[in-house]
């Protein structure tokens, strides 16, 4: 029987977070969206069972910017669309409900709107936001020739294991998670003239980042992988079974 150990190596989850605001606000922002936002945030739990302050203090900080807005972006955060008490990701019906409460919240905004204005059928029927894709320099578009980028709707892929999974984006173009935060910085909270927060800003929200993970066998199997050793080997009972759903879903990705 092959276990969801095993399963990690092949079958981990690709990130496409956006920036969030460094500013100070980090635990305001984090109560405000606990405490009846539409965005709901779990507790942070980053105990790795160690002592190293530092890195703790680093993962607390870096939760704080995935929470906050842009400074002087369009009002989105990571958390945004990959609400931490959701799996780090966002639903249909999630979507709706946020609508349903504030149309203008910052879920909402013109650039994944399907008429570029107001009309969000798409974010609310499927739970899908536009992304811009560079075209390779050998790809060429039949309606549009001249064109060396388009803009595709996609979903929110959860935070869960990316420590595990690069290079990330779709198409693999960010070789780095810090790369890939800056880009999705920039392409989902628009800030004003295109100035992002320092390095140092996206460095924290990597390393919360890469200490979520979806069960505590792939953190540390993840834990074994940096210090050089073996992940656990197939057959080993360490989430328990597959489950017939999951077993089948395994025999299809095979």
Not at 42 to 66: I, K, M, S, T, W
Not at 148 to 156: D, G, P, Q, S
Request: with cysteine.
């Amino acid at each position: 029987m092959v276990k969801r150990t095993t399963l990690f190596v092949v079958s981990v989850l690709v990130a496409s977070g956006c920036g969030a605001d460094g500013g100070g606000g980090g635990a305001a922002g984090a109560d405000a969206l606990s405490a009846g936002a539409p965005v709901g945030v779990a507790p942070l739990d980053d105990d790795d069972g160690d002592d190293d302050d530092d890195d703790d203090d680093d993962v607390e900080e870096g939760f704080e910017n995935f929470v906050d807005p842009i400074p002087g972006g369009n009002g989105r955060a990571c958390a945004t669309c990959h609400i931490p008490s959701k799996s780090f990701t966002i639903t249909p019906a999630e979507v709706e409900r946020q609508f349903q409460l504030n149309p203008n919240g910052p879920l909402f905004r013109s650039i994944d709107a399907d008429d570029f204005a107001s009309d969000f059928a798409t974010v609310r029927t499927k739970a899908l936001f536009r992304v811009t894709i560079p075209l390779p320099a050998n790809v060429k578009l039949v309606d549009d020739p001249a064109a060396t980028e388009v803009k595709l709707f996609r979903a929110v892929p959860s935070v869960f294991n990316v420590k595990l999974s690069a290079p990330y984006t779709s198409d693999g173009r960010a070789p780095t998670l810090f790369e890939q935060a800056k880009g999705a910085a920039l392409e989902h909270s628009r800030p004003a003239g295109g100035v992002l927060p320092a390095d140092a800003f996206f460095d924290k929200i990597v390393e919360f980042q890469e200490s979520k993970f979806s069960s505590a066998a792939v953190k540390s199997a993840s834990g074994l992988l940096d210090a050089g050793q073996a992940p656990p080997p197939a057959g080993q009972d360490y989430d328990g079974p597959l489950t017939p759903l999951e077993q089948a879903g395994f025999e299809t990705f095979k």
